[in-house]
């Protein structure tokens, strides 16, 4: 039986992979991707966000040098954090797809996306590739909130349109628009109280949260709207009538203004809650990031557009109900397209992604230099 050819891009996602680098936590990936960097041969500067965001590790920009081919400058961007781990990590290829054996997340998002570009610009700068001017970008906390790119300065970036590969479904979908988005924590407060001697002289925040969570909109509302209550925290003992319990929500919409509409129904449903409850209500209110809608046929859509079709994909052109860095990017002006690369289940034990589209993606990014440097 023939044996696969090694895979660079697979060794090193499987690397990635192997480090744990929650949010916050990304020194360490950090360290092993600009090694790389200095043994490509590559020259990059960090800047000094980390301290400020509670990082680790700041953004780490790199340019590949050798851009003397006219056309289009891009840049690549991609995320050095994952969700939390939840368990041990064992990546591992089996029959072809790469899995973490210890049942905790892989690390795929977005590490595969780290890795094949990394393997792309080794890969230009061996084969001494033509290309327009290529930039890599790599951002800590994104999964919470797009803390990093948030705190970089675009300045830096001499290409205005860029990519990440960021969305979970196969190759080929080309994200058009994400949603904007606020979190919302609503605290119920009411007043403690022995609940076996005295519960007529206490006011439950839990009863509270609990009419004020029954009254509320929840899940999709329509196309391009959707409501989730997370988190609920309340309580301090079993025999103690609750002071306090607190609500973690969020609201996304493709429309921006529909944003503020959901909030505003989801805090008149909690204070009247409260009202009949004699309690009071707390809110903190934060928007998270700004939606986006790119036009189909935008500089950055078209060239991810003929750069998949070069590399044998059909394209598919669509929405996603996520965020990406690319939202922080396209708010500043920048057109950032976002690109799915085959991951599968992610933030969840049962992540995954082929090998063959770790292979196929680094395929598809050189495709985005060609394409970029041919545009006139």
């Known amino acids: 039986m023939q044996q696969a050819p090694p895979s660079r891009v697979l060794d090193l996602f499987l690397e990635l992979c192997a480090i744990p680098s929650p949010s916050g936590e990304e020194r360490a990936v950090a360290d092993r991707v600009v090694g790389e960097l200095d043994a490509i041969g590559l020259e990059w500067e960090e800047d000094d966000c980390g301290p400020g965001i509670g990082a680790t590790a700041g953004n780490v920009l790199c340019r590949v040098p050798g851009a003397t081919a006219p056309g289009l400058p891009i840049f690549l961007c991609a995320h050095f954090d994952t969700v939390p781990v939840g368990g041990e990590l064992d990546p591992r290829v089996e029959e072809g797809v790469v899995r973490n054996t210890a049942a905790a997340i892989l690390g795929a998002d977005n590490k595969s996306a780290i890795a094949v570009m990394v393997e792309a610009a080794r890969r230009i700068v061996i084969e001494r590739r033509p290309h327009a001017g290529l930039e890599l970008l790599f951002t800590p906390k994104e999964e919470v909130g797009l803390v990093g790119a948030a705190a970089f300065d675009v300045g830096r970036l001499e290409a205005r349109v860029g990519y990440v590969y960021d969305q979970a479904a196969p190759i080929g979908d080309v994200v058009l628009g994400s949603p904007s988005a606020q979190e919302l924590r609503l605290t119920l407060v009411g007043r403690a109280a022995h609940a076996g001697m005295y519960p007529e002289d206490g006011r439950s925040a839990i009863v509270a949260a609990a009419r004020a969570v029954a009254d509320m909109p929840h899940g999709r509302l329509d196309d391009e709207t959707s409501v989730n209550v997370g988190v609920i925290r309340g309580g301090t003992a079993r025999n103690v009538v609750p002071e306090r319990c607190t609500l973690e929500a969020e609201v996304r919409s493709h429309d921006h203004h529909r944003v503020g509409e959901v909030v505003q129904q989801l805090v008149d449903a909690a204070a009247f809650a409260a009202s009949l409850s004699d309690c009071?209500?707390?809110?903190?209110?934060?928007?998270?990031?700004?939606?986006?809608?790119?036009?189909?046929?935008?500089?950055?859509?078209?060239?991810?557009?003929?750069?998949?079709?070069?590399?044998?994909?059909?394209?598919?052109?669509?929405?996603?109900?996520?965020?990406a860095d690319a939202n922080v990017f396209n708010a500043r002006g920048l057109e950032c397209v976002n690109l799915a690369n085959g991951m599968a289940d992610i933030h969840t034990p049962d992540e995954s992604i082929a090998v063959e589209d770790l292979d196929r993606m680094v395929d598809v990014t050189l495709e985005l230099v060609n394409a970029a440097r041919e545009h006139g």
């Open 280 to 323: 009071t209500l707390e809110t903190s209110i934060e928007p998270k990031y700004r939606g986006y809608r790119l036009r189909d046929d935008g500089v950055g859509v078209t060239l991810a557009v003929e750069a998949l079709s070069r590399a044998g994909f059909e394209p598919r052109l669509g929405l996603s109900g996520g965020a």
